[in-house]
């Protein structure tokens, strides 16, 4: 399987149906079975206060031209994630698209970040996970501040996941927890993780990059810098189920644990 990140930098003076024909061209450059965007590259992670202007419907420019990119391309495309507009208010939604353009599976971001952010006070979160069976194997989706919660990914797992899409939106400053969560799920879960991040500067905040693919060893098999670009690695098919039955960790997994708090009185 050939493997396509598309680093992203959303500057707040570029109008997003431009950013969306830009980026479509970057996409059109590469010829991977799997490309993938970041999380919210069209409105831009911290333009919180164009959130509500720049969301859209499923139906909507954003998907729609994703859609023309994977058909075009004969991929499968993860568009990353955009600001998804229902009944029910504002989303930051993932999507995967066919060869064919059609909508395979989404996936609305559980843990909505509010640290130093306004997306938890501005975003309905998602509330179920789904796995999407592809050509490609079991593909599922988390999106970036997910990867610090795992036991979203262990029910990902137990769906039958054997690759994740990480879309992010994730701050320099940081840049250590991203690179050791990416490897730490990888690893734990025995899957292979595509994680894209955007790049540039938005609201203040330097975003890091580095996306990177990690297969179920825990081994970076790619990483890019912290400018724009596609970046293309090739995965051995069959590596997560080979991984599995070489080093069975999942299956040695105990379930049900009783925690017993024991209460030691302690003389004054």
Not at 158 to 173: E, H, I, K, L, Y
């Amino acid at each position: 399987m050939k493997i396509s990140l598309v680093q992203v930098a959303s500057p707040a003076d570029e109008p997003v149906p431009d950013r969306i024909e830009r980026v479509g061209e970057m996409v059109a450059t590469t010829s991977a079975d799997l490309v993938i965007l970041p999380e919210l590259w069209g409105p831009g992670y911290f333009a919180f206060d164009e959130y509500e202007e720049r969301a859209e419907p499923m139906t909507g420019p954003t998907v729609a031209a994703a859609r023309d990119w994977a058909r075009g391309l004969a991929c499968h495309l993860h568009l990353g994630s955009f600001l998804e507009r229902d009944a029910a208010g504002l989303h930051n939604t993932a999507v995967l698209i066919d060869p064919g353009g059609e909508i395979v599976h989404t996936y609305r971001k559980i843990h909505v970040f509010g640290y130093q952010s306004r997306e938890a006070e501005l975003l309905v979160p998602g509330d179920s996970v789904g796995v999407a069976r592809t050509g490609l194997g079991p593909v599922a989706a988390t999106t970036c501040y997910d990867l610090r919660f795992p036991e979203l990914w262990r029910a990902l797992v137990d769906a039958g996941a054997q690759t994740v899409v990480v879309p992010a939106a994730w701050p320099a400053v940081r840049l250590q927890h991203w690179q050791v969560l990416t490897q730490c799920r990888a690893l734990e879960q025995q899957v292979l993780v595509c994680a894209v991040n955007a790049v540039g500067r938005q609201g203040g905040v330097e975003l890091g990059g580095h996306s990177r693919v990690v297969d179920p060893w825990g081994r970076v098999l790619l990483e890019a810098g912290t400018g724009e670009g596609v970046f293309t690695c090739e995965v051995a098919d069959g590596l997560v189920p080979a991984t599995r039955a070489e080093f069975p960790v999942l299956g040695d997994r105990v379930s049900s644990i009783d925690i017993t708090t024991t209460r030691r009185d302690v003389a004054p």
